[in-house]
T-cell receptor, first 111, second 118 residues
């Protein structure tokens, strides 16, 4: 199956700093999702981004499908950005739209 | 709009007991999924369904059964709970692949069920 690797595994930021999270995948994909899992365990959809760049407030994401990676940018980080960030891509089978998750990047933003 | 609702939110079981987790979605999604998340890891797919009355195995199906009798509901059953099944369980739903392309919609997740097996 497809392999999804995220880096770095852990990230500690000072409030106000910028950062880039990376997601590499081993096969071509037709969509990719970024999630934020908050400290209460809830999974929040951030981006659905098969290719190109999208922005939502202080967050933006870029997927370069031909080179099999996606980047998540966090600008002017806030303590509420703390949590785990996951990227996920679908398996290639025709039936279903099943996601394979990366191991996550654990982000701690210090005040 | 409730989205994806999971019940219960927390449960503690003894080894060998059985239980059923319920997932309900109100978005008329064709596809539904059950994932589990172990500490420090990403989510792994247990079972999924591409429509009412159909189910299929995911990455880690052993020890679980599922049913999709109604389009809006997807049940996950543990027949004989084991400590290795202690985890957080997430349900998700989405449009079909064709709908996803045309509507550009992602998978939507519930808030999770924390299950402990003693």
């Amino acid at each position: 199956g497809i392999q999804v690797e995220q880096s770095p595994p852990d990230l500690i930021l000072q409030e106000g700093a910028n950062s880039t999270l990376r997601c590499n995948f081993s096969d071509s994909v037709n969509n990719l999702q970024w999630f934020h899992q908050n400290p209460w365990g809830q999974l929040i959809n951030l981006f659905y981004i098969p290719s190109g760049t999208k922005q939502n407030g202080r967050l933006s994401a870029t997927t370069v499908a031909t080179e099999r990676y996606s980047l998540l940018y966090i600008s002017s980080s806030q303590t509420t950005d703390s949590g785990v960030y996951f990227c996920a891509v679908p398996l290639r089978e025709a039936a279903g739209n099943k996601l394979t998750f990366g191991g996550g990047t654990r982000v701690l933003v210090k005040p | 709009n409730a989205g994806v609702t999971q019940t219960p939110k927390f449960r503690v079981l003894k080894t060998g007991q059985s239980m059923t987790l319920l997932c309900a979605q109100d978005m008329n999604h064709e596809y539904m999924y059950w994932y589990r998340q172990d500490p420090g890891m990403g989510l792994r797919l247990i079972h999924y369904s591409v429509g009412e009355g159909t189910t299929a195995k995911g990455e880690v199906p052993d020890g679980y059964n599922v049913s999709r009798l109604k389009k809006q509901n997807f049940l996950l059953g543990l027949e004989s709970a084991a400590p290795s099944q202690t985890s957080v369980y997430f349900c998700a739903s989405s449009y079909s692949i064709l709908q996803a392309y045309t509507r550009n919609q992602p998978q939507h997740f519930g808030d999770g069920t924390r299950l402990s097996i003693l």
